[in-house]
């Protein structure tokens, strides 16, 4: 991952504590009247790794997420990350423990350029108060030197140099996609959850962000879940796979004894 002006890597260089990202998720149940979306599922995540979620539509995966996200609460179970019982917080607490997000269906402010969009993310690492803001103290100054830092260097790292000043509603899809990834990435989230981010790209593009999200996870060290439906991607990136199936855990392995597994291939492969 580059550095900006040849200074060390904010994201790289970080110590293990804080890339400390274990997620368990244990005997998870959510409905929805009498709609079981998921029916006591458990995985677990461990910190440096992809995991992927895969099966058919309707088989729990971003009702999975929103639960690990706080956008829904489950009716039963846990969700702990790194020893802390996140179950019940709000996303926006979830965001301050360390995860950050990507959605299905692009959620960026298309009137913004894709600079204030990233902007908008360091929010969570603004340390200093009103006062000191409205009088741009040194210490505000420093801070934003550093937010200054952070989004240069993903801008760097995700090729997003030509379009910084851009309005976001007149990038093609993938490039949005792109954009989006890069909000999450200024969270710096300790666990990233991508829900479907090859979603209607293009074969070019989805080659783009395979290269990114690889690198992010071997460069940085970035723990990632990840949703998708095209297996040959969640089989060169991902480092486990956890099939769901009606709301049910169905399998979890490697990528080469999921592929093989007759159940999951009966149940959403073949």
């Not at 159940?263 to 959403?268: K, L």
Request: hydrophobic share 40%.
């Amino acid at each position: 991952m580059k550095s900006f002006r040849g200074e060390p890597s904010i994201f790289r260089d970080r110590d293990h504590r804080e890339r400390q990202a274990e997620l368990t998720v244990t005997d998870v149940s959510l409905s929805f009247g009498g709609v079981k979306a998921l029916q006591d599922v458990s995985l677990q995540v461990n910190t440096g790794e992809i995991l992927a979620v895969i099966g058919p539509n309707g088989a729990g995966k971003t009702s999975l997420m929103n639960c690990i996200t706080g956008f829904y609460r489950p009716q039963r179970g846990s969700i702990v990350f790194n020893g802390r019982d996140i179950t019940r917080l709000k996303p926006h607490e979830l965001v301050k423990v360390g995860i950050g997000r990507t959605f299905q269906n692009i959620e960026l402010f298309p009137g913004m350029t894709v600079l204030s969009n990233m902007l908008l993310a360091r929010h969570v690492h603004c340390r200093y108060p009103f006062l000191g803001a409205v009088l741009f103290l040194p210490r505000v100054r420093r801070e934003e030197v550093r937010h200054r830092r952070v989004l240069e260097e993903i801008i760097d790292f995700l090729e997003l140099q030509a379009i910084r000043k851009k309005t976001v509603a007149s990038l093609p899809y993938g490039l949005m996609k792109r954009v989006e990834l890069g909000r999450a990435m200024a969270l710096e989230p300790r666990l990233l959850v991508l829900d479907e981010p090859f979603a209607g790209m293009t074969l070019e593009e989805k080659e783009d962000m395979v290269r990114f999200i690889r690198e992010l996870n071997e460069a940085w060290g970035q723990t990632m879940i990840l949703v998708e439906h095209d297996m040959s991607i969640v089989m060169s990136i991902s480092t486990r796979v956890v099939v769901l199936n009606f709301g049910q855990k169905l399998a979890e392995g490697v990528p080469e004894d999921i592929i093989n597994d007759p159940e999951v291939i009966r149940a959403y492969l073949g």
